[in-house]
């Protein structure tokens, strides 16, 4: 039964996934359809991520209310109805708005599958059930571009949407069969706004939380500024067609799946600080070998792509331990932090993948110059977290 709720919770986290990865390879044709550039073809991309990281702020309170079950149906009800709306967009106006609609009703999975997760286990359980369930998780971005790729060449870029409200449809049939409810009647919280608006001004106010939450978005931010660039990194840095995305997203999805298996074996052996010292440890070599080989040579496979291997097998040791630490300050309300968590992870991943990725992605050098500067800020939020926390005498971090 917990290999089955692994299966689902990646699934459900897989939904924002695929909405950003799949298309990526027909973005060049759906500004050629509406007449309209990069940038503006961009925006697509932009409006789903900030959509999507602005609803993660209610997710899981709406979950702590009503239920885990109900909120995730209800979302993905909602996005398979605008998938189906983006396939057959009439208009690059009418695009963007099913785009918005996916965006706000993708993020229900990953944001309550990690409430699910801390509902049913705790400690050293807890993480390696993350660990599982990432890579799992992982496999989404490795196959959405490829599978994008093929679908945009055989049928056209509006398969790829196609596709999309497949997938929702059924996960909304796994979940009425096997997903049950976490959350206790007896232990929801009262919907009301105004203690929701008091439970989260406390998270806020919780400086270890929110440095916690933003090393880990910051982190990530090395795999959202890559998958941002995802089109031109490919097709035009390495010179490759729509059918070879798999160049960069295997080594980019590779290092999570074999970074969170390992991380899932070793999790009861070691203690999250241990982790998040391993993780940043491995990321800043994978940082720094990007940044000299690009600074070095022209950017050609293999060589401009083993890197993001390199990080991301980090960035998937340390976040399971971010995470459940940040989780951990709010045993009452775990629905809420993990929507703030979601929420500024996922806001980082927007603003670099919607700004920062148009000012570097014409270079190969200047992305992995990106990713190191982003993961600086990462490992200084981190430990300044750690100063922030409150410590019994003599426990090292």
């Not at 979950?63 to 996005?79: E, K, Q």
């Not at 980090?314 to 929420?343: C, E």
């Amino acid at each position: 039964m917990q290999k089955l709720l692994t299966v689902i919770l990646a699934c459900l986290g897989m939904v924002g996934a695929l909405a950003i990865d799949t298309y990526l390879p027909s973005m060049p044709a759906i500004g050629a359809e509406y007449a309209v550039g990069p940038v503006a073809v961009q925006q697509t991309l932009s409006v789903f991520l900030f959509t999507f990281a602005f609803m993660m702020l209610f997710y899981g309170t709406l979950s702590d209310s009503f239920g885990r079950r109900p909120v995730i149906l209800t979302a993905l009800t909602v996005y398979t109805l605008a998938s189906i709306g983006a396939a057959w967009a009439p208009s690059f106006g009418w695009l963007l708005v099913f785009r918005a609609l996916q965006g706000l009703s993708a993020g229900a999975g990953s944001v309550i599958g990690q409430a699910i997760v801390q509902d049913r286990f705790s400690g050293a359980q807890a993480q390696r059930m993350m660990s599982h369930i990432m890579m799992v998780f992982g496999l989404a971005p490795a196959i959405a571009p490829v599978l994008g790729g093929w679908l945009h060449v055989t049928f056209g870029w509006r398969s790829s949407f196609v596709f999309l409200a497949v997938f929702g449809a059924l996960l909304i049939l796994v979940c009425l069969k096997f997903l049950p409810e976490s959350l206790p009647r007896d232990k929801r919280q009262v919907f009301h706004p105004g203690t929701i608006g008091r439970n989260y001004v406390k998270v806020l106010r919780h400086p270890q939380f929110v440095l916690l939450s933003l090393a880990l978005g910051l982190a990530f931010s090395g795999l959202s500024l890559y998958i941002g660039s995802a089109s031109n990194f490919v097709m035009v840095i390495l010179g490759l067609p729509e059918t070879a995305f798999a160049w960069m997203f295997i080594p980019l999805v590779g290092g999570m799946v074999v970074g969170s298996a390992w991380g899932g074996k070793h999790a009861h052996k070691s203690t999250p600080t241990r982790m998040m010292w391993l993780g940043f440890g491995v990321m800043a070599l994978g940082a720094a070998f990007n940044v000299g080989y690009n600074a070095l040579f022209t950017a050609a496979v293999p060589w401009a792509v083993l890197p993001l291997f390199v990080y991301t097998f980090g960035l998937s040791v340390a976040m399971p331990a971010i995470q459940i630490t940040a989780l951990g300050l709010f045993p009452d309300n775990r629905g809420l932090a993990s929507s703030m968590i979601g929420f500024i992870q996922m806001m980082s991943f927007a603003l670099v993948s919607g700004l920062v990725a148009p000012l570097l992605f014409h270079s190969a050098l200047h992305l992995a110059l990106g990713v190191a500067g982003g993961l600086a800020l990462s490992f200084a939020a981190w430990r300044l977290s750690v100063m922030m926390a409150v410590k019994p005498a003599g426990v090292a971090a």
